[in-house]
Structures are given as C-alpha cells and as structure tokens.
C-alpha cells in the first residue's frame, strides 16, 4: 500500500493496532459478521452467488462456469454477510478548506481511505460511490487487495465537480446496492434534510445500517472576523460582499438550524448522525462507528 496519497504509511501503521478494529469486528458494528453456522472447526459450504468485480477469482466454481458460461462463487457459512458501502460527497463545496490545511474533500477522502483498508483488511466487502449532483462514479463491493489499490488510485485523482445533491445521488444509488449492509456517507450535507431523509427511506426500510459524516470548516461553522469580504458560493459561483460582523449572527442561526434539522431527522429514524470539524484528525470519525 506504499505510496498512495491517502492512505500513509504511518496510518497503516496505526490502523494495525486501532482499537476501534478489533472492537468493531467482536461486537459486529463495523464487519456485522452474523455468528458462524458450522459445526465443528470445519468450514460447510453455504450457497452460490453470482460474482461481482472485486470478488476473489479463487472462490469461482469453474465447474458451474462450464456448465453456464458464468461466473458464481461458492460461499460459506464462516464468510462475512455484510458489506460497507462508502458513498464520498464530490461536490464544488467539498473543495472548499477555508483556513484549514486541507479541504473538505481530502479529509474524507483519508477517512474513506483508511475505513476501505480496515473493511478489507478484516475479510469485508466495501464498495465506494463519488457524486455531486450525479453519481459519477461507482465501485461494486470487493474484498481484493486490488479493490483496495483501485478504490485508493480513484480517490487520488477525485476533483470537486458540481452541484450537491444527496438525495438524487441516493435515489439512484438504491438499484446498485444488492445486498443490505453499513452505509456511510460522507459530505457537507448541503442539501434539504427532509429530501436527504426522503432519500433514505429504501434503504433503512430494507435494514441498512446508517452512518452520516458531516464535514464542516472552522470558517462554515463560525465567520472569521475580517474586513470586508467577498464570498464566493463554489456551487454556483454567486457572490456576495460584506463584513462578516453583519452576517455572523443571521448565518450562525441559519447553520445550527441546518445541523439540529438533520440531528433530530436522523434521531427520530435511528441514523447515525455525527458533525466533524476538519482540523480535527480523522481517526475521530472511527469512534462514531462504534458508540
């Protein structure tokens, strides 16, 4: 794994002896592995299922193959059932950093990063989604030490793109995801909550598990005290000149209604909701996953 941009060696290094990792597959927040159904210490034979790019060739029956001219793989009843399916917000606004050493967009994409490691590296399947106002890009589940590097080289070359819309990212998301699992989504969350939520309703009436990430600035959650200033919406190139003490109240408001809105919706829908500064480190995003 040497050399990618998000995923560094020192984190690797400390991702092998994270706490959270060994918490996460004992109590099943992360892995959700349901308990084994074998008996004995052997490893019994489950059921077919038809195979997706990322799974490993090795479990291909080649016997099926020739008898149907396509590809399933035998499981068994030791192999983890879930998957993680990592959806990265790569809107214009996720590449603003304000003050902050990196953007929105970098931050979760280290977190992105090192969350696909950790899934893999316990025997999970992880998938990863790129959207703005469209998905556009999207990545099956795999468990390959080659999905991994395909998931990595792909966030390395990510650019901010266009408009936020989560909620049409998530509607037509829904068909690509065939089996329920942890879903994490990670973004600024610049979209009506109530959309988001509407959005959502497939995917918890189907028993998904559901984790969102808010990622916000120093800067967005409190205006700088400056001189006169000239904000630029990233979005949809808008602008507006002002002194930031004439705006601060209205906007603090604004802010803390947009945030307790997607609290509460996500409390009433039992939603895993947490807000993230990112001049904090990461690793902090870890801890949600298991509280």
């Known amino acids: 794994m040497a050399g ?3 995923l560094l060696p020192e984190d690797i290094r400390k991702l092998q002896t994270f706490e ?3 918490r996460a597959v004992v109590e099943g927040y992360l892995s ?3 308990r084994s159904r074998s008996r004995g210490s052997s490893i019994e034979f489950h059921e077919y299922r038809e195979y997706t790019p990322g ?3 090795k479990l291909v029956d080649w016997r099926v193959f020739a008898r149907s001219d396509r590809h399933f793989l035998r499981t068994f009843e030791q192999e983890t059932n879930l998957e993680c399916h990592i959806f990265l917000d790569s ?3 996720m590449g603003f950093s304000g003050s902050s050493p990196i953007s929105k967009l970098e931050y979760g ?3 992105a990063a090192a969350l696909s490691y950790l899934v893999i590296r316990y025997g999970d399947r992880v998938s990863l989604q790129l959207f703005d106002d469209k998905i556009r890009e999207f990545f099956p589940p795999g468990s390959t030490g080659s999905h991994l590097n395909l998931l990595l080289n792909t966030l390395e070359r990510n650019e901010p793109g266009n408009e936020t819309s989560l909620a049409e990212a998530l509607l037509r998301s829904k068909p690509l995801l065939k089996r329920k699992g942890i879903l994490v989504i990670i973004s600024d969350f610049f979209d009506n909550p109530a959309s988001i939520f509407q ?17 916000l600035t120093p800067g967005e959650l409190d205006l700088e005290q400056r001189g006169l200033t000239s904000y630029v919406d990233l979005e949809d190139g808008s602008r507006l000149i002002a002194h930031p003490s004439a705006l601060r109240q209205r906007y603090k408001e604004a802010i803390e209604d947009h945030i307790s809105s997607l609290r509460q919706l996500s ?4 939603v895993d909701y947490s807000l993230h500064r990112t001049d904090s480190h990461f690793f902090q995003l870890f801890d949600k996953l298991v509280n």
């Open 109 to 111: 994409s280290f977190f």
């Open 199 to 215: 959005a959502l309703n497939p995917y918890l009436h189907q028993g998904f598990r559901i984790h969102l990430f808010h990622l």
């Open 267 to 270: 409390q009433r829908r039992s």
């Open 32 to 34: 959700g592995r349901h």
């Open 4 to 6: 990618h941009r998000y």
């Open 91 to 93: 809107s214009a606004s």
């Open 55 to 57: 799974d490993d060739l």
């Open 20 to 22: 959270f990792a060994a």
